[in-house]
């Protein structure tokens, strides 16, 4: 937020990977996060989630970059929520990221000797950061509010989110309708894959790639819709999402640069 408005007043656009756009609301983002140093661009920019906003951040000069967990999140319920096929109030996200997620800043916490065969929630009961900016996100979309109970993890694993979202049906929802709806809203998409009934998301499947698995199974015994969601935390949770936010920025082609990706870690 101290950057971006020199590089804007340089005529430059931005992509910002951190928090400091994303969140709409100046109040809501201090509470969260901390003072804002530039409030007045708020407003004007962009959340960066290109399935959902990609003509709007083509004409973007300022793009904010969309969490990792908010990201694997938002695209399995976007769908849903669109339709009316989910009862907004009865989602539960059940989330899980590598150790990645949390920067390369040395903590205790995430250091391999201290997460190496352990698997253990963090930031239990709305205490983490990236909750507001998934309800604004959702509230977008289903155009009333929305509140979550979402809980993160961490595996003991480099990179890679896979979230498990539950949420109750709002009517008798087949697997054939409920498919169609992901299908027509992601049929084009160049980065999101639909996977058939039975074949389930998995982290290695999207490691050092852009794509974002999604599937999922209804329980009819509690008219319960579980969704799950898998990215890559540091490619399209983060890196490349943003060259692919640049790409509609710069009037590239949207997948240029993202067919092949480096691994590291």
Known sequence: MDIAPRLL???????DLSADYRIHDLATYEKWYQPHSSPHLLKEATYGLPELYRDIIAKSRLTANPGCYPTSIILALAPLLKAGAIIENSIIADSKSGT???????QTATLFCEVHDGFKPYKVGRAHRHTPEIEQELKAIARKDVTITFTPHLLPISRGILSTVYATLSSNFDHRTLTDLFLQEYGSE????ILGENNFPATQFVRGS????ISFKIDQATDRVIVMSCIDNIVKGAAGQAVQNMNLMCGFDETDGLETIPLFP
Do not use: L
Not at 210 to 213: A, E, K, L, Q, S
């Open 190 to 193: 160049p980065f999101i894959r």
């Open 100 to 106: 990645t997620g949390a920067g390369r800043a040395p």
């Open 210 to 213: 852009n794509f974002c698995d």
């Open 9 to 15: 007043d340089a005529g430059k656009k931005v992509v």
